[in-house]
């Protein structure tokens, strides 16, 4: 979850997000832990929203790719960037066509009509097929999060969110410097009204400079 979006969703071979017990999909668990070898590219943040402590990743087929240093098993090879691992990776593979043995990822289905009252089962569908190129949604920690982890975001969407440190309050001036700086697509936040409530004087400075992000407050 926390790095959702980095990879395009819409890539043919992507599989879904792992997260432990709360993968999305769920076969994305068995795929990742009985895989031959596993490459971490980055370190992997074993935390509450990021992993639900719940992370099965053998030592024994693991290997871990950080930014200046490589850890195989107990043995720590320092000095080594990560782009220069990565371009020679990438020459020496070969293109793969096919596809993991899990199941492609698909968007959550539709569920309520138009005269059910609005609640996260409803909401969440449709502001998944509302997602087009260049959008980037924020997301509030809390429930938000939870909810944004299973949905499949369309090619060239980015998502923000607090998953390491879970800061209620966050997502609403985080909307307003994306808003900002994003002049390509539309800022969309997503927060519950506990949350905005913390932060919500953003929202005059929004007006101040004429940022019109979409903002979703769900109670």
């Not at 819409?10 to 596993?38: C, Q, R, W």
Request: hydrophobic letters at 40%.
């Amino acid at each position: 979850p926390n790095d959702k979006s980095i990879i395009s969703e819409a890539h043919p071979n992507f599989l879904g997000l792992y997260n432990g017990v709360s993968s999305m999909p769920a076969s994305v668990k068995k795929t990742v832990e009985d895989a031959d070898l596993i490459l971490e590219l980055g370190g992997l943040v074993r935390a509450d929203s990021n992993t639900m402590w719940s992370d099965v990743l053998p030592p024994d087929r693991l290997i871990s790719l950080y930014d200046h240093w490589v850890q195989i098993g107990s043995s720590i090879f320092s000095y080594v960037a990560l782009e220069d691992i990565l371009d020679a990776l990438i020459a020496q593979t070969p293109v793969f066509n096919g596809r993991g043995q899990a199941p492609a990822p698909a968007l959550l289905p539709m569920t309520g009509n138009t005269t059910d009252p609005t609640n996260s089962a409803v909401f969440y569908p449709r502001l998944q097929r509302m997602l087009k190129k260049g959008d980037v949604v924020v997301i509030e920690t809390g429930t938000c999060m939870m909810h944004i982890n299973p949905m499949l975001l369309p090619a060239d969407v980015g998502s923000e969110s607090q998953t390491l440190w879970g800061s209620i309050g966050w997502a609403t001036p985080a909307a307003l410097g994306i808003a900002m700086a994003n002049r390509t697509g539309r800022t969309i936040l997503v927060t519950g009204d506990g949350s905005h409530q913390l932060t919500m004087n953003e929202i005059g400075v929004m007006g101040r400079y004429g940022i019109k992000p979409i903002i979703f407050v769900l109670n």
